[in-house]
């Protein structure tokens, strides 16, 4: 018995317990959100630029996993994507991006996901530890999942980083804020970036970039700008598949900066980055 189970009580359940019930919860919330999308879909708003979108399904969805949760789970806190945090009393808080790949899901590119986190602690990557945490790409019918301690799998598939992969050699993924000065400088990393690796992805889902790492489809991914919710759950799945994920000066991971991929390819990136200016 591990020391996580011996300590399991209603209200602090194994990370296990945690991760079957976000897997239904993601599973059911994916079904709900692949129907909708069937249907059609439109922009019902903007937020913090013309081009950084929320669907009536990104919404709705929340709702359910929301509804699911609070049937499960009352006294857990959860921090969602597209509505206000509610507060819980049992330590644990459930971090949601209903839709991580807005724009992909809007346009019909088979590149989102539901992405549900457990973990123990603040809303904070900084101060909380991931208990469990899924990725389900509906359209792709896949399954990516994590619990601390247990390993990470898509499906019944084991899942590691690639490893031994110096950087002139990796396939590098990223993603790209809203803001245009953001932007800007995000393309500037780019440039600087692209002629000392294999080749650079933009995939559109932090989440499942993060799984595409953990999976060996990428060999390392960087991104900065981040929210909690779009990559709490991929990150404990890329960490548990033995990914090093640090944060601009080689610490926690933070809105300033994510650095995931095999330890000492990592190393190799972070450098690169603070050479490129990302630190500064």
């Known amino acids: 018995m591990t020391a996580a189970e011996a300590s399991a009580s209603p209200s602090h359940p194994t990370p296990a317990e945690l991760l079957e019930l976000a897997r239904d919860i993601a599973l059911r919330a994916g079904e709900f959100a692949l129907a909708a999308r069937r249907e059609g879909v439109s922009v019902a708003a903007t937020k913090s630029s013309d081009v950084d979108i929320v669907t009536a399904v990104d919404r709705d969805t929340e709702a359910l996993i929301r509804r699911l949760i609070a049937e499960a789970r009352p ?6 994507e597209e509505d206000t945090a509610r507060v819980g009393t049992s330590g644990l808080e459930w971090i949601v991006d209903p839709i991580d790949g807005t724009v992909n899901f809007l346009y019909g590119i088979p590149q989102w996901a539901v992405s549900i986190a457990v973990v123990d602690g603040e809303p904070d990557p900084a ?86 790492l953990a999976a060996g489809r990428i060999d390392a991914y960087y991104e900065s700008g981040l929210n909690p919710w779009d990559h709490a759950a991929g990150a404990l799945i890329a960490r548990e598949a033995g990914a090093a994920i640090t944060g601009p000066h080689g610490g926690r991971e933070d809105g300033g900066l994510l650095v995931a991929a095999a330890p000492e390819l990592a190393s190799e990136l972070r450098a690169a980055l603070r050479a490129a200016g990302v630190d500064a």
């Open 75 to 80: 006294d857990d806190g959860v921090f969602g």
């Open 127 to 212: 101060h909380w530890t991931p208990l469990a945490g899924v990725v389900v790409n509906p359209v792709a019918g896949e399954l990516f999942e994590a619990s601390a301690g247990g390993g990470a799998r898509l499906g019944a598939q084991e899942l590691r980083v690639n490893e031994g992969v110096p950087l002139s050699r990796a396939l590098l993924g990223t993603g790209f804020a809203y803001t245009t000065e953001r932007r800007r400088a995000q393309a500037s990393v780019v440039a600087e970036l692209l002629p000392q690796a294999r080749d650079i992805r933009r995939l559109g889902s932090a989440a499942l970039d993060l799984c595409a």
